[in-house]
């Protein structure tokens, strides 16, 4: 079985990064019987936890000190192999930057497991001066499903984004839809959906993976009355933007943490998905194909005919080397279709001379209506 990728340049970028990080045993995942714990201290995954089967977005409440406000802009999980990506966003009142510089936020990478919860709750702790939401990215375009609201698991209605699936799905369609447009897209609607709201923002900053100086022309272009920053490891430039990555980052790790497989969720039996008899373990690690602990789960996980369970990054190329390895080989045309499947692969017949862009769009010339 063989799965092509779009995003090998964003992959190797983090795969790189994270072979600096090395996993210290003091930032270890909590044991499972801490896990509900843990969990029930993070308000922007649903409680109990259940298989994220679709993308959804998570506001605190508005703050209500008076504007404007700076916000900032970071992800968690755009490298890993396995879980979702989030996207989160943190704004206070400009009057009130000089308070937040006290309050510790950093990089959410340079910090560990404990730091970063902690910081959640001082992020969460002053509703009146600091807000935050995410944007969890599942791996399959969803349909509509509901937003999470402070004190409720389902509410209102933002919906579909980015889980494994969708950000496999949306690189692997034609056209494809890389990382960065991905990224894009939910940080301008995390930063519409609070305008709707009523904030009035006069700064935003971003931390930036990709180049920065055409991104921050489209942001100024989407929002010409704000001053628009976006620079690459802003999140320890700005302790905004630092705030925005301890709110992705603890999110995301709270999901990795208590994973329920999809695949074996039922009858809403939250034990029976969490591991078991198909010997998906839930020692995953970071996630990032650097880490041993994700290598072992990668190499331990694969089921020959299907492949892995919806947790992992169908389009990465960890995976589909790992299939190639492991899986057993398909081959999808029927028989007596081999010369259809020649024709396309080859480029002849109807296809021949024409440009990519008209084969991806699937666009045809017509001579009558």
Sequence with gaps: MSLSTTEYNAESQ????STLLDFPADDAQPQTENIASVLASVPSVPHPITPLQH?????SPTPTAP?????????????????????GVAYCPVAWEEELEALGFADSKTLNHGARTGLLDVLSGRPDQLGWSVRVLAYVPSPPCPSLKPNSAQSESESDGYSPQDISANMLRRPPQNLNEQSREATTLLINALLSRGLKISAIYVD??????PYQAYLSSLYPTMDITVTPKADSKYKIVGAASIAAKVT???????????????????????????????????????????Q??????????????????????????????????VEWIDDGEKTLVNAFQ???????????VARDLAIHSVDSL
Excluded: C
């Design 67 to 87: 504007g404007p406000y700076i916000l900032g802009v970071d992800e968690a999980g755009r490298g890993p192999v396995l879980g979702p990506m989030v996207y």
């Design 14 to 17: 983090e795969s790189q990064a």
């Design 55 to 59: 993308s959804y977005t998570y506001h």
């Design 252 to 294: 995301r790790d709270a999901w990795i943490e208590g994973w329920v497989f999809e695949e074996e969720y039922l009858d809403g039996d939250l034990e029976g998905g969490r591991g078991g008899k198909k010997g998906w373990t839930e020692n995953l690690g970071s996630g990032y194909p650097s880490d041993p602990k994700t």
């Design 296 to 329: 072992a789960w990668l190499r331990d996980s694969v089921e020959p005919t299907f492949g892995y369970p919806s947790l992992a990054r169908f389009s990465w190329g960890t995976v589909r080397v790992a299939l190639d390895k492991a899986a057993h080989k």
């Design 208 to 213: 930036a993976l990709g180049p920065s100086v």
């Design 346 to 356: 080859t480029a002849t017949g109807h296809d021949k001379g024409r440009r990519a």
